[in-house]
């Protein structure tokens, strides 16, 4: 629950980890069984922690993707229904949107225009985002994206689910440079992962059963590199082919601790970083609320020729 865009009232996640764990990655007919399941108690619980009523709403927003379709179906058929019995407008939110409002609920003077990095379990995008409620693809990637990678390759180093995070504490103790890894040079704006997770699957192949704790850290450390110096090369060459005073990177992936830091080196006297606070990097209620509130003051929730999914 947000106020005005900019505020968070209350943040309310369930996390999902025990649902999918057993499985090593997300099953998505059994998360969308759980949303249907935890959605009616966090609305309640969201509305006791934000101390208000449903008339004291003035919109309900919805993700109405890219993502999950069995989740984006419940979370669609819950805001209908909840809008419909509040007799509230409905705002339908781009998810990657979501993940560019999130920095500006940590940073409420933020505006637009700015240069965006979105980088989540699905996508590696980077985008311009001219005015409120307009976006513009300059690049992504052409296989993997960033968080996808980081999940394999943390499954490969038999870390466990979610990897992401996994991955980043493991590469804390290791060394890059003792067993690098590739890194894609794509021409333009692009990004492509998959050469780096093969490499990684052939070393460990190699490696066989000798693999030592500390190699599994040196290569998680040695991935990190390669993955995160792909990402901010090309948001480098996205700020040196045209200027931008405000950058934003958001999405599950910008809580990677290298990430923030060589975001914050290559984008600092530049322009003004801003990543969202870790909680509200992966996907998170607030974030949708804040862009519902935007898209519904701009009308382009509904603009078909978006392109962005
Ligand atoms: O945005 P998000 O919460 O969900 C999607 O929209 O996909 O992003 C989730 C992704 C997962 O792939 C997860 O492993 C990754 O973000 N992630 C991380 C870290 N925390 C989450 N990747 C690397 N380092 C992290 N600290
Ligand atoms: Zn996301």
Redesign the pocket.
């Known amino acids: 629950m947000v106020d005005g865009g900019r505020k968070v009232l209350a943040n309310l996640i369930h996390s999902q980890v025990d649902v999918h764990e057993r499985f090593g990655g997300v099953v998505p007919e059994l998360a969308a069984r759980d949303h249907l399941e935890r959605l009616p108690h966090l609305l309640d619980a969201a509305l006791q922690k934000a101390g208000a009523q449903p008339g004291d709403l003035d919109l309900v927003a919805v993700t109405r993707g890219p ?1 999950l379709i069995g989740c984006l179906l419940v979370g669609v058929g819950v805001a209908e229904g909840l809008a419909a019995a509040w007799s509230k407008p409905l705002t339908g939110v781009n ?2 949107w ?2 560019i409002y999130a920095a500006m609920l940590s940073r409420p003077d933020l505006e637009p225009p700015l240069l965006g990095l ?1 980088v ?4 590696s995008d980077l985008v311009r985002m001219p005015e409120h409620g307009r976006f513009e693809v300059l690049g992504r990637t052409r296989d993997d994206a960033a968080g996808e990678a980081f999940d394999k390759a943390a499954r490969m180093l038999g870390l466990g689910f979610p990897g992401g995070p996994a991955l980043d504490r493991l590469a804390r103790q290791g060394d890059p440079d003792r067993q690098p890894l590739p890194r894609s040079s794509l021409p333009g704006l692009e990004y492509s992962f998959s050469g780096v997770k093969t490499a990684l699957l052939y070393r460990l192949r190699d490696l066989g059963e000798t693999v030592s704790e500390r190699d599994r850290a040196d290569l998680a450390a040695a991935f990190e590199r390669s993955v995160v110096e792909s990402l901010v090369e090309k948001l480098d060459q996205a700020l040196e082919d045209s200027p931008y005073g405000e950058v934003v990177v958001a ?2 992936v910008a809580a990677n601790t290298l990430l923030r830091k060589r975001a914050a080196e290559v984008v600092a006297g530049r322009a003004t970083l801003t990543m969202p606070p870790i909680e509200l990097c ?2 998170n209620a607030a974030m949708i609320a804040a862009a519902g509130f935007y898209a519904a003051r701009h009308g382009a929730d509904a603009d078909p020729s978006l392109g962005w999914d």
């Open positions: 993502g998810h990657l979501g993940h979105v989540s379990g699905a996508h999405g599950g992966t996907d």
